[in-house]
């Protein structure tokens, strides 16, 4: 459905939007609302690995 190219900007996408989950996550009091969120969906797939 996608081409190469496509699926490597997607890539990219998603690689730069986890190192700011990563770094935002670092920085953030747990009482404070996440800046980021999840889709259930996902964060199921990253219990299982």
Request: proline share 4%; hydrophobic share 45%; charged share 30%.
């Amino acid at each position: 459905m996608m081409g190469k190219s496509a699926y490597s900007e997607l890539e990219k996408l998603c690689d730069a939007r986890m190192a700011a989950i990563a770094a935002t996550k670092k920085a953030q009091k747990k009482r404070e609302l996440p800046l980021f969120v999840i889709h259930p969906a996902t964060k199921a797939v990253q219990e299982q690995r």
